[in-house]
């Protein structure tokens, strides 16, 4: 140290003490080791934005339904309890299907071959693939041959062209992730189906626009399409895609084949893909039933690069538990993705066993369908006649599960505040929980879906008479006046 400076002596000094300091603070922080530390102990983490973001719910009146769940009317034991006419599920079928799935010899065909207990493709199973193929071209691009052949049925759509997956929100987010970018918009006529915006935004990133229509009843114009197209990029989207569900949810409308080819016309022009969400196709319950036309009949089966089917057991079989979606796309570059992305949401193999067998079993799908729109159409007409009764305007519905109500009128503002009081009132006191329009994004405060197929008629007419007694009163009362003891006898049903 004799040959130090006192300048490098200092600096040392400075450079040591700093050093310390720095190892006594770092040493405060860690745990001493001479304590005693529980390794079983979980130690706490935070999940990543990711996982922040899908903690939020898809649909805002998701805690409305839970109470449905946790405390639902029964005619015997809770005759005060809640009822569900918020969720787009055909349960008045379920008996049908469940007598036919439950035949000798179908749980035989799902566990009997081999082939169902290794990987495979996961775009489907073969078999599925073709009775598939075979079921959308005798149901969708040929309704009207009843004597078409499985054989012949395959020249048309090939097997091909076809993929399977876990239900169709699987399906369109994965149309969303492979076609699209992060940021991408959507255009989907409004009003909506809430559901679509958690479809495309959880994972592909897209973001939805809500397509305001002069005619809702009718379908999107080229007007219409034009105005929202600028409107959107206006505020910097980039469009890619329009999103059709026909017939119609919530409306329970059926586009026009003409208002399909000019979509399609339209949407190529600018080169958007087009998906099109047929989910409840066969739920026509208005005669005749051969109203409605595929968009695979609309363009001759030409769907090209651009246009792509999503259909699904879900509401014309009455089975959403299942999981089973399908998609059929002439796009040879969305299926190769698909078949790669697809492992994390494809289909068990037993299932589309099953499913296959349904879909080819023609005798009884044509039964299984005849008794659903009736089924369908009873439970409707106890619907809309009460809101006759009621005189509220609703719009007519052709097809699907649910109608759509205008109670505009008895709101206390006419704004979303005024059709959220409303439908607090439907819950907390009638005890009955409807989708609320501003979640599907309808521009018009105080519109309402009713789910009328989630129950059984008898509890459906309970339901509908809780409201008509809420209806009576909240025209009677000043909205001050409404409260536990002025709506107690609404649920004496």
Not at 183 to 207: H, K, N, Q, T, W
Not at 252 to 261: E, R
Not at 296 to 316: F, Q, T
Not at 457 to 481: F, H, N, Q, T
């Amino acid at each position: 140290m004799s040959n130090l400076t006192p300048t490098t002596i200092k600096v040392v000094s400075v450079a040591l003490a700093i050093s310390l300091a720095y190892w006594l603070k770092k040493r405060s922080k860690r745990i001493d080791d001479t304590e005693e530390y529980d390794a079983l102990q979980p130690a706490e983490f935070n999940i990543g934005s990711r996982g922040t973001a899908a903690i939020a719910r898809p649909l805002t009146y998701l805690n409305s339904f839970f109470k449905c769940l946790q405390d639902p009317y029964d005619p015997h034991e809770n005759r005060e309890g809640y009822i569900a006419l918020c969720i787009a599920e055909n349960k008045i079928v379920t008996d049908l299907l469940a007598e036919r799935l439950m035949q000798h010899g179908t749980a035989t065909t799902a566990f009997s071959d081999s082939q169902v207990y290794g990987y495979g493709s996961f775009l489907g199973l073969p078999v599925a693939r073709e009775a598939i193929a075979y079921f959308l071209t005798k149901r969708f691009l040929c309704p009207q041959d009843a004597s078409i052949t499985p054989e012949q049925a395959l020249e048309h759509i090939s097997p091909t062209h076809v993929a399977i997956g876990a239900g169709g929100a699987a399906l369109i987010n994965y149309l969303f992730y492979i076609l699209g970018e992060k940021g991408d918009c959507c255009l989907i006529p409004a009003p909506y189906y809430a559901a679509f915006e958690s479809d495309m935004r959880g994972i592909a990133g897209c973001v939805p626009y809500a397509l305001e229509m002069a005619n809702p009843n009718k379908g999107p114009t080229t007007s219409d399409l034009d105005l929202a197209f600028i409107a959107a990029r206006s505020k910097g989207m980039r469009v890619k895609f329009i999103l059709l569900t026909n017939p119609n949810n919530p409306l329970g409308v059926i586009y026009k084949p003409q208002v399909i080819s000019d979509v399609i016309t339209w949407a190529r022009k600018r080169k958007l893909h087009t998906i099109m969400d047929e989910i409840y196709a066969l739920s026509v319950h208005e005669k005749p039933y051969n109203s409605f036309q595929s968009v695979i009949r609309v363009i001759s089966n030409k769907l090209g690069d651009d246009v792509h089917h999503i259909w699904a057991l879900s509401k014309d079989f009455g089975a959403s538990g299942f999981r089973v979606g399908t998609l059929y796309t002439q796009n040879e570059n969305l299926l190769a993705a698909l078949a790669n992305l697809n492992i994390f949401s494809g289909v068990s193999h037993p299932m589309q066993m099953i499913t296959a067998e349904l879909l080819t079993d023609d005798i009884f799908v044509d039964n299984f369908l005849d008794a659903a729109r009736e089924r369908l159409r009873h439970s409707y007409t106890i619907c809309v006649k009460k809101l006759e009764e009621m005189v509220l305007p609703y719009v007519h519905a052709e097809a699907g599960l649910y109608v759509y109500v205008n109670f505009s009128a008895l709101l206390p503002t006419k704004d979303f505040s005024g059709e959220a009081e409303l439908h607090e009132l439907f819950t907390n006191y009638a005890r009955v929980v409807l989708t609320p329009g501003e979640s599907q994004r309808d521009n018009r405060p105080g519109h309402f879906r009713i789910c009328y197929a989630w129950v059984a008629p008898e509890v459906l007419g309970v339901a509908m008479e809780r409201l008509s007694r809420l209806v009576a009163k909240i025209r009677k009362m000043d909205w001050s006046d409404l409260n536990g003891a002025s709506l107690e006898s609404i649920l004496q049903v």
